[in-house]
């Protein structure tokens, strides 16, 4: 059976990250349940010329042909569709990734608020005792940032900024992408090869 996980794409400068996550998900053989924020729809056009925004059902069939997935191994759910499986702790993924995460996404989580489906599934991955990855894209971070991620930390949320780094020598942005999401794929045990990783040789 396939690993079931979560990604959800809000509207943090970063979409590039969400995007990169679902192909390599998806080559290593998982089941995606997907939510993009509205804001995020705008990230995702202003920065990679994605013009996602539509209805339910048109989404689903955009993003399939995109990464060029089944129905059955990539289902979209829109942001206020809290009849959705990733409502329920019942039919919980075994994950959820939030790449990448606005401090507004970032603190409704942390408060609990669950004012849309993307902050209800992060809820459930909590109250459920499921993992929860957050890949926060802020800068300079304020202390209520701060103090928002510490709290979440304490939960047992993984938070993993953006940060590459350069002790493989990236040559290209893709590099530094590859970088980031890699270390996402390790927090949910996917092995991959995206980066160099410290103090391995070339092959």
């Known amino acids: ?12 400068s ?24 509205s804001s995020g729809f705008t990230v995702l056009k202003e920065e990679t010329g994605l013009n996602w925004s539509a209805d339910a059902a048109t989404v689903n069939g955009t993003v399939r042909g995109y990464f060029k997935a089944a129905a059955e191994d990539l289902t979209y759910y829109a942001e206020d569709d809290f009849f959705s499986p990733l409502a329920s702790g019942s039919a919980a993924p075994e994950a959820m990734i939030v790449a990448p995460c606005s401090m ?3 603190a409704r989580i942390a408060a609990g ?24 894209r802020e800068t300079p971070l304020s202390a209520i940032h701060l103090e928002n ?12 900024p953006a940060m590459p780094g350069f002790y493989g020598q990236p040559q290209t942005v893709d590099d530094l992408v590859n970088f980031v999401v890699g270390k ?5 045990g996917v092995a991959h090869r995206l980066s160099k990783r410290w103090g391995e040789k070339e092959a």
């Not at 059976?1 to 943090?12: P, Q």
């Not at 979409?15 to 997907?34: D, K, N, T």
């Not at 902050?119 to 459920?128: I, N, Y």
């Open 184 to 188: 996402l794929l390790a927090e949910v």
């Open 113 to 136: 608020l669950s004012g849309n489906l993307l902050e209800r599934a992060a809820d459930v991955m909590l109250k459920e005792g499921k993992p929860l990855i957050l890949l926060p």
């Open 149 to 160: 991620m510490l709290k979440l930390a304490r939960l047992g949320v993984r938070i993993i």
């Open 1 to 12: 059976m396939k690993r079931h996980l979560a990604v959800a794409i809000t509207g943090a």
């Open 14 to 37: 970063g979409a590039v990250y969400g995007i990169r996550l679902i192909e390599e998900l998806l080559l290593a053989g998982c089941r995606l349940s997907l939510v993009i924020s």
């Open 104 to 106: 507004g996404s970032l």
